[in-house]
């Protein structure tokens, strides 16, 4: 007997395609993709979940043994536990930020879970897309970590910047409190440099001042590899 199988070729090959389609599309948007069986507490990984997935496909009695295995860092445990909780509940669960621990260290994930009811409106099934978001995380980090820099050095200073000296441009201008009007105008830095001498009472300072802070010298000095300004003149 012979069947002409053609056209069930034909759909096997438009299936193999589009889970193609659907694996290079999550692994280029650095995505993983998890699914829950809420009754029985399993998980399978069905894109490998930033290496751990490889390992283990299928984990069971989930999330305690996440938690127990070290895949959660100790201070993402509590939300961890709060979302499946949710899950078992039937509640929305919340997306949650957390540090994973597959191998090569600890990496920050945005978890997101989709939960499928049965008839009965049974919490019986949850997707989950699992978005690595280390960089964003750490690019935070160091903002607020800059920010707070910023802060600390503005104390009692009436002003701070940022300059180009090549382009005789100012970039950037911050204060810990209001700065004179004045300061949000000027555009280059000899201006900048003549305002902030006006605001130095004393004599003596402000002529050491106006030695130091010329464009061309502060040039020079930066070329020769100096980058003391104030304090190496030993006045």
Same mark, same amino acid.
């Given at each position: ?24 599309? +999550? ?44 895949? +959660?860092?100790?201070? $993402? +445990?509590?939300?961890?536990? $709060? ?82 000296? *090549? ?57 020769? $590899?100096?980058?003391?300004?104030? $304090?190496? *003149?030993?006045?």
């Amino acid at each position: 007997m012979i069947l002409d199988i053609t056209a069930r070729k034909a759909m096997e090959d438009r299936l193999r395609r589009s889970e193609a389609r659907f694996q290079i599309a +999550v692994r280029q948007a650095g995505i993983s993709v998890w699914e829950y069986d809420i009754p029985a507490r399993r998980l399978y990984s069905s894109v490998s979940t930033q290496g751990h997935g490889e390992a283990c496909p299928v984990v069971e009695q989930v999330p305690q043994s996440l938690i127990d295995s070290g895949y +959660v860092h100790p201070s $993402g +445990v509590k939300e961890f536990q $709060g979302m499946h909780e949710a899950l078992h509940r039937g509640s929305p669960p919340p997306a949650v930020w957390c540090r994973s621990a597959p191998p090569g260290g600890y990496r920050w994930e945005r978890i997101h879970y989709t939960t499928l009811f049965d008839d009965r409106r049974r919490p019986v099934w949850a997707v989950a897309i699992v978005e690595d978001v280390s960089d964003q995380k750490y690019a935070e980090r160091r903002c607020m970590q800059e920010e707070q820099l910023r802060e600390m050095l503005s104390v009692d200073v009436l002003i701070s910047g940022k300059v180009n000296l *090549t382009k005789n441009q100012v970039e950037e201008l911050w204060g810990h409190r209001s700065f004179p009007a004045a300061f949000q105008k000027v555009q280059d830095c000899d201006g900048l440099f003549q305002l902030m001498g006006e605001y130095l009472a004393n004599a003596e300072e402000s002529k050491r001042y106006r030695a130091l802070f010329r464009r061309q010298a502060l040039l020079a000095k930066y070329r020769a $590899g100096d980058r003391g300004i104030w $304090g190496s *003149t030993g006045a």
